[in-house]
């Protein structure tokens, strides 16, 4: 089942598929839009909420640059990279700046360090992946899925959590959630590299 977000992506960029709009420039508006929420999170206050919205919308046009190039036939090694740099950027700029914007709360000093654990974290996952992607091929990073729904939408959260005044536990949540979820990418394709790795000599 394609996700919902990828399917949303879809219907929104469809009908640019007879327009000179190509999927970079649609990997940039994400981008844009992404710095953006990281600049208004760094903020904080009332900026918070405005950064939350921004940092969706980002992440839905994030699909939308990949989504254009296969109905277009213009996908390419150098537009994936790109998208997926950029989509990395954002994520980690974003709670960095959550982290610096939520110093006035109860987190105090510790908020931006909850930050930097975050991103860099989140930061590392984006590494791991493209490593697998460059060994096991693109099937071996799907992420686990369930009714349309992917691991990394957990972050469309932060949009209804930051406004209901709960983006101090998102960033909690977030410094705790990645650095085990990068463990488990690291288990997880440590252990199919293994098992292609035992597959290739079996063939030998």
Sequence with gaps: MRPW???????LVRPLRTTAVRPNHVTTVSLLLGLAAAALAARGGAALHAAALLLVASAIVDHADGELARMTGRTSALGHYYDVTSDGVVKVLFFLGLGAGL???????????????????????????????????????????????????????????????????????AAVGAPLFAGWVVLRHRGRTGAAVAAREDGA
Aim: proline share 4%.
């Design 5 to 11: 977000d990828a399917r949303l992506a879809r219907w």
């Design 103 to 173: 110093r006035g709360t109860e987190l105090g000093a510790l908020a931006p360090w909850l930050g930097l654990v975050a991103g860099t974290s989140i930061a590392a996952i984006f590494v791991l992946w493209q490593r697998a992607e460059a060994r096991l091929g693109k099937d071996a990073v799907r992420q686990p899925a369930r009714a349309g729904f992917e691991a990394e939408d957990a972050l469309y959260l932060v949009a209804p959590v930051v406004w209901l005044g709960g983006g101090a536990a998102f960033l909690v949540a």
